[in-house]
T-cell receptor
């Protein structure tokens, strides 16, 4: 079964501290993995996807097929990073997304 | 340009009533998705439309839920005989195509409250 697991509901760090939001997935084929972010009172938006291998707003995520993980990392958290983060998986040819439960990141000053 | 729009932004209805939620995708986007965001279930896929193909309804939670997409553009999600567990934020998203990991653009959502 396709499943995305984000074990942490809330992650609270101080400004300047490193951040790692965990994501594990279950999928039988070769999935596409994404991180979506929802800032307060804003729409859900794409942060990054594994095929792009890019860094957005200082965030990176590496797909580890052996561990079936796609953790989101940032070396130095900023207050404006405070938001809800969703890990998502897309498989097959429809593009529909299977989301994790989400992790609220709170960056304290 | 204009993004995905949804209406109404908020809907309060009594248990047992029918509701219709509307989604206007980005012009030219051929794929349209409905998701539900609720406290207990997180973000769940409901239904997907791609061009003139038959929709993927695999995420609809019951036969009280249905959706249509007219003219390949506007979509309406209908919930019949609403129940309290239907209370959630209903999100619509659109993208250029399916089958490839193109970015899905989300609307602001419709917050449905069933009393």
């Amino acid at each position: 079964a396709q499943r995305v697991t984000q074990p942490e509901k809330l992650l609270s760090v101080f400004k300047g501290a490193p951040v790692e939001l965990k994501c594990n997935y279950s999928y039988s084929g070769s999935p596409e993995l994404f991180w979506y972010v929802q800032y307060s009172r804003q729409r859900l938006q794409l942060l990054l996807r594994h095929i792009s291998r890019e860094s957005i707003k200082g965030f990176t995520a590496d797909l580890n097929k052996g561990e079936t993980s796609f953790h989101l990392k940032k070396p130095f958290a900023q207050e404006e990073d405070s938001a809800m983060y969703y890990c998502a998986l897309s498989g097959g040819n429809t593009g529909k997304l299977i989301f994790g439960q989400g992790t609220t990141l709170q960056v304290k000053p | 340009g204009a993004g995905v729009s949804q209406s109404p932004s908020n809907k309060v209805t009594e248990k047992g009533k029918d509701v219709e939620l509307r989604c206007d995708p980005i012009s030219g986007h051929t794929a349209l998705y409905w998701y539900r965001q609720s406290l207990g279930q997180g973000l769940e896929f409901l239904i997907y439309f791609q061009g003139n193909s038959a929709p993927d309804k695999s995420g609809l939670p019951s036969d009280r839920f249905s959706a249509e997409r007219t003219g390949g553009s506007v979509s309406t999600l209908t919930i019949q005989r609403t129940q309290q567990e239907d209370s959630a934020v209903y999100l619509c998203a659109s993208s250029w195509t399916s089958g490839d990991p193109y970015e899905q653009y989300f609307g602001p959502g419709t917050r449905l409250t069933v009393t």
